[in-house]
């Protein structure tokens, strides 16, 4: 497959953070694991899972095993456009984190002309049950076209019974409020962090800082809610 050189570079940043975990971790009990899932009958997910890594010559990744199972279940490919996609939908989703975010971000940045590619998995995202806690251990015996179904089946109910309060509304709109703030403070400080001068150095870390801390914020309470509107499914 051929790569545009926004998309080689997604492609490397990715394939470089995984080289640093896998050079962290002993990967054997991980390539033990692929293996298990690969006998598992096929169809399944956790079979379909094994496929799709071996054929890439790839294994589970350190403390993200779960995203490359997202990637099986959501039909994504392991490739750039396929991984920021992901990333859009899992934002549409709810799952506000700090990695998504950026990774987001980034490819958005390189891969403009795919906005709308974008934004239509994030609304794909806001109709699918909550998938930030969906593990492998969960669901590697199911059959993958039926947990997809049960996925988006079980949006249904939850529009029915955590319809959002006016005081969830207004908690989003204040998230959303504080990264915006958060970022534009971060943007406009930035350029003096470069300063030989000390006193622009001082005047403009702080408020930098306080910027990072309100987009913390924003995400920390984003995924609060996320957490409380997935609470009806697992009851």
């Known amino acids: 497959m051929t790569y545009s050189l926004p998309e080689q570079l997604i492609r490397h940043a990715f394939f470089f953070s995984v080289w640093c975990l896998e050079h962290c971790h002993d990967m054997a009990p991980y390539h033990r694991q692929v293996a298990t899932l690969s006998q598992l ?4 997910v956790g079979h379909e899972l094994a496929t799709c890594l071996l ?7 350190p403390g993200f095993e779960s995203h490359d199972l997202k990637h099986v279940v959501l039909a994504y490919e ?11 939908f899992m934002l549409g989703n709810g799952n506000w984190t700090l990695p998504s975010l ?10 403009p002309q795919h906005w709308r590619l974008f934004r239509q998995d994030y609304r794909a995202g806001q109709h699918c049950a909550p998938l930030a806690a969906l593990a492998i251990e969960d669901c590697q015996h199911q059959p993958v076209q039926e947990l997809r179904s049960q996925l988006f089946s079980r ?5 029915l019974t955590a319809k959002p309060t006016i005081h969830m509304r207004l908690s989003l709109l204040s998230s959303y409020g504080l990264i915006a703030i958060g970022v534009a403070a971060m943007l406009f400080c930035y350029p003096f962090l470069w300063s030989a001068d000390l006193a622009d150095l001082v005047g403009a870390g702080f408020p930098f800082v306080a910027g990072a801390i309100l987009v913390i914020g924003g995400l920390l309470n984003l995924t609060l809610q996320a957490h409380l509107r997935a609470k009806p499914a697992n009851a």
Not at 55 to 61: I, K, S
Not at 78 to 88: S, T
């Open 41 to 44: 009958p096929e169809g399944t």
């Open 55 to 61: 054929a890439r010559e790839l294994t589970l990744v």
């Open 78 to 88: 392991l490739e750039p456009v396929g991984e920021i996609r992901m990333q859009a």
């Open 102 to 111: 950026l990774i987001f971000l980034f490819g958005l940045f390189l891969l």
């Open 155 to 159: 949006y249904q109910e939850l529009k």
